[in-house]
């Protein structure tokens, strides 16, 4: 485009002592900057067979992309381009990466998403409380914890949806003040009525439905292919230390507070996340006022070797091709990792604390502790697998190589890791074998989450959602199936190592049919 656009300029400057640019990147002639016919020249040259017109109908993002990177510049009397010499740029330093504006934005999404399971899990260390006062049975306690799972069920598909449409700084903010609002007022719901309860908790999963999403889109739009893994780590080890701040917190603020007190400071909570969000980031980096020209360079130079389609706007706003999408090999092998993974995670997150309480007969703070340790281990090895799988990338390895590698870790060692769980004698070891599997699970968050922006960008928050949205079902599964079995059999251990068998079939399936590369979901598959 950059050579259309260059001949182009030099046809209408013939006759005129006007200087070529010097720049290989986009730029206007410098008069029309400030001029304020700065787009006749573009008129001139817009008929039908112009190369210009062809050139912009097809790059118009780029074209207003540049354009907003002029006016950055102008503003602040700063040259344009600080690649402009053609040389490739430079990954910054670990103590620039850590001070950058996207890390701040990446930061926020991890505390937002700290309180999406802050506010699930407080169910599941009250349940203990709340069941014994209630006379509920295991069964019915796991109806009540998956009550959660049902409102979840319903919007991740349209929360995907939204947030290709409008962006994950809107939405994401409309679904935490709700979410909170749901975990605010679920005392009085709790004390109203049963069936208010269960709806408040179904409010909260239609709520928190929309936060992976969100963080997909906002991550895909402000880091690099290179850096993406390292920005979901962040983001999903806030997700992994709000199971371990709500499991710890829970049972002390239960003890000041009463069974209902860990629902109102996390609802409270909500609300001031909610006002820093909108005051404090913005939805792409060209938007942001704080962020620096270097930085904004990087992020945008980094952006020109990804998928085309990747920032493409959306110009008409249409039903995404779900047939299309439900085609094709690659998505069903996030449906059934997003599917595995959720099953995995509720079992483990529900269950856990009831598991050491019942099987190792802890109290329950004990219990709280014992079940918080794996996920605080798990938001630490989530960044190291991050890390590990840029360093990959960077190195040469193909983007599908390894997301296949870091899917089987964190599939296969939990796979492992639960058997071992089932043969411990203390509460100690069982912890133990639970902080691995946990552990070597987070290594699929850059294994299919991270596979979603790269196989289908322009559709990655529906597709999102509806991976969510199997996802959910297993989880539904799981959660209330775990009841049953433990009922009808009278052992745990059955249970887990059922789960350990589904974990390994779905790790195969992954590495037959993913793919690091970009799907093309807007043609039908030959038949």
């Known amino acids: 485009m950059n050579s259309t656009i260059r001949t182009s300029y030099l046809s209408l400057s013939r006759g005129r002592k006007i200087p070529k640019p010097e720049s290989p990147n986009l730029q206007l002639p410098p008069r029309s900057v400030n001029s304020p016919n700065r787009y006749n020249g573009f008129r001139n040259v817009s008929s039908a067979n112009s190369p210009l017109r062809i050139g912009l109908r097809h790059d118009s993002a780029d074209l207003r992309g540049v354009q907003s990177r002029r006016v950055r510049a102008s503003s602040k009397n700063a040259q344009f381009g600080s690649f402009a010499d053609g040389s490739e740029a430079q990954a910054p330093s670990f103590g620039e990466f850590i001070t950058s504006e996207r890390v701040k934005v990446v930061a926020m999404l991890a505390l937002a998403l700290a309180l999406c399971n802050a506010d699930r899990v407080v169910m599941s260390v009250a349940i203990v409380p709340l069941s014994l006062s209630n006379g509920w049975s295991r069964s019915f306690a796991g109806i009540v914890q998956s009550s959660f799972l049902w409102g979840y069920l319903v919007s991740p598909i349209a929360g995907g949806t939204l947030v290709d449409y409008y962006g994950g700084k809107v939405v994401m903010a409309w679904g935490v003040a709700l979410w909170s609002m749901a975990t605010f007022l679920t005392p009085w719901a709790a004390e109203t009525s049963l069936w208010l309860l269960l709806a408040m908790r179904a409010l909260l999963g ?70 820093v969000w909108l005051s404090a980031t913005s939805s792409t980096p060209d938007r942001s006022p704080q962020i620096s020209k270097y930085e904004l360079d990087y992020i945008q130079s980094e952006r020109q070797k990804s998928f085309l389609g990747e920032n493409k706007p959306k110009t008409t706003k249409v039903i995404p091709p779900f047939r299309r999408l439900l085609s094709k090999p690659p998505a069903w092998a996030l449906i059934v990792a997003n599917s595995m993974h959720s099953w995995g995670f509720f079992v483990f997150l529900s269950w ?79 912890s133990a074998w639970l902080t691995l ?91």
């Not at 209902?260 to 001031?272: C, Q, R, T, W």
């Not at 009841?483 to 190592?497: A, H, I, M, N, P």
């Open 206 to 275: 239609i709520a928190e439905g929309v936060a992976l999403p969100c963080m997909n889109n906002m991550v895909a739009r402000w880091f690099p292919k290179t850096e993406r893994s390292r920005a979901v780590g962040i983001a999903m080890a806030g997700f992994q230390l709000g199971s371990s701040v709500g499991l710890m917190l829970s049972p002390i603020l239960m003890s000041q507070g009463g069974v209902f007190g860990p629902f109102v400071i996390f609802g409270l909570s909500g609300f001031l996340w909610v006002l």
């Open 437 to 527: 599997a946990v552990g070597l699970k987070s290594f699929s968050h850059s294994g299919f989450l991270v596979n979603l922006q790269e196989i289908a960008p322009q559709y990655s928050g529906v597709l999102h959602g509806i991976s969510n949205t199997a996802g959910t079902f297993a989880a539904i599964l799981g959660t209330v199936g775990a009841g049953f079995f433990v009922e009808l059999v009278g052992s745990f251990q059955g249970f887990l190592l059922f789960t350990s068998l589904l974990y390994i079939l779905a790790a195969l399936f992954y590495i037959l049919f993913s793919t690091g590369e970009r799907v093309n979901f807007d043609e039908p598959t030959p038949v």
């Open 352 to 430: 856990m604390p009831i598991y050491f309480n019942s099987v190792y007969h802890v109290d329950l703070r004990q219990a709280a502790w014992f079940s918080a340790v794996p996920w605080t281990v798990m938001a630490v090895m989530g960044y190291i697998g991050g890390l590990w799988s840029d360093i990959m990338i960077r190195n040469g390895t193909s983007v599908t190589l390894t997301r296949k590698i870091m899917q089987s870790i964190g599939f296969i060692g939990p796979g492992i890791a639960l058997v071992g769980l089932t043969t411990a004698k203390s509460p100690s070891v069982a």
